[in-house]
């Protein structure tokens, strides 16, 4: 089983407390009447299915219940950091460093 | 099928030498949520609520666990819950929270023995040495939502929603049989 780490509640916890919430930094148009068929295409369905570190949501459903972000390796299912909700996106190439 | 919620005797119990599990009586739960500037909060409740998720105050009867990061639970005598609610009520014309009567929505377990830790991995994955006497947490049992008060070493209350509240008991029950069994 994965251990998880919570930024909320500090915590590592077992992967049965969390549930999966798709890709990270999806955002939604400030002004989604100006956004073409193309662009909403985008949005909604287009998603990066990465081979590698992946950013992704996760949400502590059994526990405080926040969503937050984490960077997962595909490959490995190994969690590089999480990070709270509204984050800016952590530099990969500085997280990949302090893995080695 | 559903069970209904009647079919659950409210004052269940099992038990064996080495853990028992009995249901609490009836108490007032309270769901509060509230962000921003807490004080005033506080001083019309009459007690701190704690910051970090987990961690309870109490103050007489009434008692608070922090359950995220603006989430609390409130539990106390059936006579409290008035009280409380026209507490917030007078903070919240100024400082808009959410304050919701639980009270009819779970039951609670009291699980006690020597054994009373190793019961509970049977269907919790947290590390149950972890959590810490006087704290509580919200996790999952068996694939059910609870919320966990460990009161001492071999003491434990499981706060469990009423649909649930049978399969959670029985799978308590059966665990207190088979502690007993290999303790014998």
Redesign the interface.
Known sequence: ?LLIHCP???ET?????FTYAGQAHVVRAQDPSSQDDGQWEDFLFMRENARGPHYERWRH??????FFNAVRDTVSDKFLTTYKAGDARPDLSSLLEGQE | MNAPVPAFSTDASAGTSVVRVTTAAPCARLSLRARGELGPLEAALGLDLPRR??ARAEVGETEVLC???D?WMLRGPEAVAPTIRAACDEVYKTHPMSLVDVSGREVTFVIEGTSAAELLTLGC??DIDRLAVGEG????FDGA?VVLWRDATDRFRMDVWHSFAPHVFDLLATGCRELAAEAA
């Open positions: 089983m909320y509640c500090d916890l077992p992967e049965a407390e459903f059994h526990g405080c219940g926040r | 998720i987990g359950l995220g990061p989430e994955p947290r947490r919200r996790t999952v939502t």
